[in-house]
Structures are given as structure tokens and as C-alpha cells.
């Protein structure tokens, strides 16, 4: 099997889908439009899609599956501070005075995610 998306749950999934869209760099699907159901963010192959869906009930409890990003383009600093100023929020801060750690962030419907350190910051 190959994964083709990771579902995520939204009370608007245009609004949603656009905020990740500028957070990954990835395109909001053409076929999406305002006020759809179901919205997708294409990936590039073969990373899977990411489809924001509209459900009636709101977040009330931590997720039990986030994603975990590592930057490629700039430091994990770097990443936080571009993925707040497009709207997310700070939730849990894991660095460390010697410069490990990640950070929990949330989106702007309140799901976790998490930006590492990114490889050149890993030594690799």
C-alpha cells in the first residue's frame, strides 16, 4: 500500500489548507475552492497529500497523531518564527541552552506540530 493522504479533521478546510499550504510550500489542490468540504495540499511525489476535511465538532482534547517537521531551507529558529508570523502559536518550547530540542507549535485550529532542528543543524 502507499499512503496517498493524511486526514485532518477542520471546522474550515480552505482556511486551514491555505495556512499549511504556506507553511510547506506545497499547493492548495486547483480543484479547491472556499466553502468546500474537503480541501487537499499536494505533496510533491511521493510525499503524501495532505486533505483538510470539515467536521461538525471542534477540537477538544491533545491530538493522538501530529506531524513533526524539520526545516530544509532555514534553522529550526528560523522555521518558528516564519510559522508564527503566518499564524501558528507557540505551545510548548523544547530547546535547550546547548541547542537541541524542538518546538510545539499549534495551527491555527489548535492542532500539534513540532519543527526540529533541521539536518545541517544536526551535523549530517
Avoid: Q
Amino acid at each position: 500500500m502507499i499512503l496517498r493522504h493524511v486526514t485532518v479533521d477542520s471546522a474550515d478546510p480552505y482556511e486551514l489548507a491555505k495556512f499549511w499550504s504556506a507553511v510547506t510550500g506545497w499547493p492548495v489542490s486547483d480543484e479547491d475552492a472556499p466553502g468546500d468540504s474537503e480541501v487537499l495540499v499536494e505533496a510533491p511525489s511521493p510525499v503524501p497529500g495532505m486533505l483538510f476535511i470539515r467536521v461538525p465538532e471542534g477540537k477538544t482534547v491533545k491530538n493522538r497523531i501530529h506531524f513533526d517537521w524539520m526545516p530544509t531551507e532555514r534553522t529550526r529558529d528560523e522555521e518558528v518564527e516564519r510559522i508564527i508570523a503566518l499564524g501558528a502559536k507557540l505551545y510548548e518550547d523544547h530547546r535547550t541552552a546547548e541547542g537541541l530540542g524542538w518546538v510545539t507549535l499549534l495551527d491555527p485550529e489548535g492542532n500539534e506540530f513540532c519543527v526540529e532542528r533541521s539536518t545541517a543543524e544536526r551535523g549530517l
